[in-house]
């Protein structure tokens, strides 16, 4: 470690590394990146649904990734030459209880410029790529969205800022603040002690710890663990692997053997999935699409109403029941009686890709603060003490507009997002009792 540093970004998360790129780009030369695993991203960074979708509740945080689209589109030069962001399309379905609501935030994010269609459910079934069994009221296809490269992003961000200068250390840990006085003037941390200027907390599902460590003011921060199983696609859709199990794939004996048992009970007979099968009129969703799509440009799915999704990775599908289970910050395994509700909800309303084997599955932490917002800007009871924090369920899709807000605020004093407002509002000062 140099003596002295402007920067000093706690995390190599895609915060700490969208921020590392940024300040770099700002011309702020004398950064320091410190992450306590042996390479980036391996929590909830790596972990993700690599998702890109506008619609939120938040009308920021739809603005936002509005304009990170613009970035993951056409990125800078000095990140990558082909986008970050492959736009197969998303469609999100939705049962009578939550459509008008859903048509709501549809008509508030076209009026923000985003393209969204309402869709009924006869069209919807024209966008799936497999037969479903849901009676949905409709749904909203995104057509300009999709799915992210995050792999190759976390690595462009921190490849770019290492070769504007900045110094990266991995199996690095953050241990402490040098002070004079109340006055913060720099840090203890694996790899050394150095002065700097800002320390930046970006510690993902650590952020709390880290704020405590710090004597910083106190933000409690809750962590919520989210499943994702990851399997491939059958042959009859286009798989190209043998319905075998893989040699390393993980098998879940339970779980043909119990499903086919409900299925039985619940129908009395038989009931293998059976994709040619025809669904019965108005519970089937179906497909009309004459040949099978290429799993790499299946759309993204979201069961929103019935807590399911699934899309395509890395050749294979992955879904995710969406749960949200609290837990302690850490590096949470999935559990298996979440696996066994992913592969339950598959099978009731997509059966033609039930698995019943799975190639893995991961689970990761989705944090955030009490309020559910981010936690941007400097400390207000300790100077240079910089939070980006409580990314929740959209960090990697908000990295290139936040980080660049972030490094912003460090270089300038002052943002380029439009709406000052909305930046202060995120300030830590408001966890302050006043
Ligand atoms: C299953 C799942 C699906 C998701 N899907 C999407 C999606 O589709 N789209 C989307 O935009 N977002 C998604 N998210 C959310 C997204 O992954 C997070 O918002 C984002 O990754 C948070 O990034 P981060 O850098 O803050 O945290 P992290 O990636 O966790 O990085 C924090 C880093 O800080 C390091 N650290 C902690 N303490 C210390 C210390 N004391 N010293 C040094 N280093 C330390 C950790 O090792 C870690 O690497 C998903 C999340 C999950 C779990």
Known sequence: MRRRYDVVIIGGGIAGASLAYW??????????????????????????????????????????VLQAGHFFRQPPADLSDVPFLHAAGVLLLYDEADWSRARERAEQLRNMGGTVKEVSADEAGTRMPVPCKADVAGGLWFPDEGYLDVGRLLAAY???AYRKGVDVFFNTSFHGLLRNGD?????????????TKWVVNAAGAWAGHVGVIARATRIGFSCYRRTVISFDI????????????????????????????????????????????PMP????????????LPVADWPFISFESRHLYFGHEDGGLLASPMDEDLVKPGDPAPNPAVIERTRDRLQRLVPAIAPQFLRG????????????????GEDPAL????????????????????????????????????????????????????
């Open 383 to 434: 100077g240079g003490f910089f939070w980006l924090a409580g990314q929740g369920g959209w960090g990697i899709e908000s990295s290139p507009v936040i980080g660049r807000v972030a490094a912003e605020l460090m270089v300038r004093g002052k943002s380029s997002w439009p709406d000052e407002g909305a930046i202060e509002a995120l300030s830590p000062a408001r966890f302050v009792r006043s």
């Open 158 to 160: 921190i490849g770019a």
């Open 23 to 64: 300040l770099a780009e700002l011309g702020m030369n004398r950064v320091a990146l410190i992450e306590r695993e042996d390479r980036p991203g391996v929590h909830a960074s790596g972990r993700s649904a690599k998702v890109f979708l506008s619609m939120s509740d938040s009308p920021f945080e739809q603005a936002v």
């Open 234 to 277: 059958p042959a009859a859709l286009g798989g190209q692997r043998p319905e075998a199990p893989p040699k390393r794939a993980r098998t879940f004996p339970g779980w043909a053997r119990a499903a086919q048992a409900r299925e039985q009970a619940r129908n009395g007979r038989q009931t293998q999935p059976d994709w040619t099968t």
């Open 361 to 376: 599955s991961r689970a990761g932490l989705r944090t955030f603060a009490r309020d559910r917002q981010l936690v941007l």
């Open 183 to 195: 006055a913060l003037t720099g840090i203890v941390t694996g790899a050394g002690t150095c002065e």
């Open 281 to 292: 009129e108005r519970t089937a969703l179906g497909t009309a699409l004459p040949a099978p």
